[in-house]
T-cell receptor
């Protein structure tokens, strides 16, 4: 069964360091999402890609976060420099283009900033 | 602004019994979609069920059913015959519109379900 892949699963870093997360969506899924889930809350969208283009990054803290999907397939989310408040689960999801239904989520990357 | 409210931080249910998890939503868009996801302690979000705003029938998927009351703006999840493996966090989410350019999901704060043997 096709799945969304993410790595690493866990990341511990010190504040002011740079971190990067990787996501490989389900093959054929043109739409890719990065969500951030703070402990005790529901996920919140950071950025949405349609192929290689950003569709929505209104909630992405652009002074420290960046995201790219250069060839319209896999994607990287970067934080530089990391802050204590960035500790969270980072979830990647994908869906078929124009899909009104299910978004398929990956296992997530749990980030701890010390 | 669109909003999802889950008022039950935690719920207990006995194994084999049914349980209802509450969800209310707020939107001014006549076209929207409602979702329920399950999140075990391992962290992944597992899709359970979907209801479109124009769907006439309540959605069902195996032991999961969605009690959709449009006038009340509620979309409660009903799990029948609870199993120990159902213990997890459950999130209600909403997507506005027809899934055009932007179809992000707005999530509630979740309900932690514990199934007791």
């Amino acid at each position: 069964e096709a799945e969304v892949a993410q790595s690493p699963r866990y990341k511990i870093t010190e504040k002011s360091q740079a971190v990067a997360f990787w996501c490989d969506p389900i093959s054929g899924h043109a739409t890719l999402y990065w969500y951030r889930q703070i402990l005790g809350q529901g996920p919140e969208l950071l950025v949405q890609f349609q192929d290689e283009s950003v569709v929505d990054d209104s909630q992405l803290p652009k002074d420290r976060f960046s995201a790219e999907r250069l060839k319209g397939v896999d994607s990287t989310l970067k934080i530089q420099p990391a802050e204590l408040g960035d500790s969270a689960m980072y979830l990647c999801a994908s869906s078929l283009q124009g899909s009104t239904n299910e978004q398929f989520f990956g296992p997530g990357t749990r980030l701890t900033v010390l | 602004a669109q909003k999802i409210t889950q008022t039950q931080p935690g719920m207990f249910v006995q194994e084999k019994e049914a349980v209802t998890l509450d969800c209310t939503y707020d939107t001014s868009d006549p076209s929207y979609g409602l979702f329920w996801y399950k999140q075990p302690s391992s962290g992944e979000m597992i899709f359970l069920i979907y209801q479109g705003s124009y769907d006439q029938q309540n959605a069902t998927e195996g032991r999961y059913s969605l009690n959709f009351q449009k006038a009340r703006k509620s979309a409660n999840l009903v799990i029948s015959a609870s199993q120990l493996g159902d213990s997890a966090m459950y999130f209600c989410a909403m997507r506005e519109g027809h899934g055009g350019a932007t179809n992000k999901l707005i999530f509630g704060t979740g309900t932690l379900l514990a199934v007791q043997p």
